[in-house]
C-alpha cells in the first residue's frame, strides 16, 4: 500500500509541476487543452514508471506475469491526482466559466489531497507538511509568473 501512496504523491507532484508550467506560459487556454495536457503527462508518467520499473526487475531477476500485473497496477495510481486534478477544473469551471480559478482550485485541492496521501502513508506531520508545501509553491509559482 506504502508503493501506491508513494506513486500517487510521486505522480502528484509531477503533475502539478507540468500544470504549473503550461499554465503560466498560457499553453492551455481552454479546458480541453488543460484536459489533454493533464491526461497525456498522467499517461506518460504510468508508462515511464510502469516500464522503469519491469527494467529494473529484469535487471536484477526473472519477471513473471503476476509481478507484470501487479506493476501495472502499482503504477496505475499515477492516474489518481490526474483524476483529481480534472474533476475539481472541470467543476469549479461550470461555476466560474474561469480557467485562471479552476486549474488554482485543482491545484489546491490535489496540494491538499498530497497532504492527506503523505500523512496516510506516514503519519508524521513534518513529511505530510513538507510535500503540502511543494505543492504550495508550485501554486505560487502559477499565480506570481
Known sequence: ?????????????TLLAVVTAATAKGYTETLGEYSFLVAV??????????WSQLLSMRLTSRIDRKA?????VDSSTMFVPAVLLLLVALLAYVFTAS?????TAAMIVLTLALFAYTWL???????????AAVGVVMIVFKVVV
Do not use: C, D, P, Q
Open 68 to 72: 507484470v500485473v501487479h506493476e501495472a
Open 99 to 103: 480557467m485562471e480559478i479552476s486549474v
Open 41 to 50: 503527462s498522467a499517461a506518460g508518467l504510468f508508462i515511464a514508471h510502469f
Open 121 to 131: 502513508g506516514t503519519k508524521a506531520l513534518l513529511w505530510s507538511l513538507g510535500t
Open 1 to 13: 500500500m506504502n508503493a501506491r501512496i508513494a506513486g500517487i504523491v510521486y505522480g502528484a507532484l
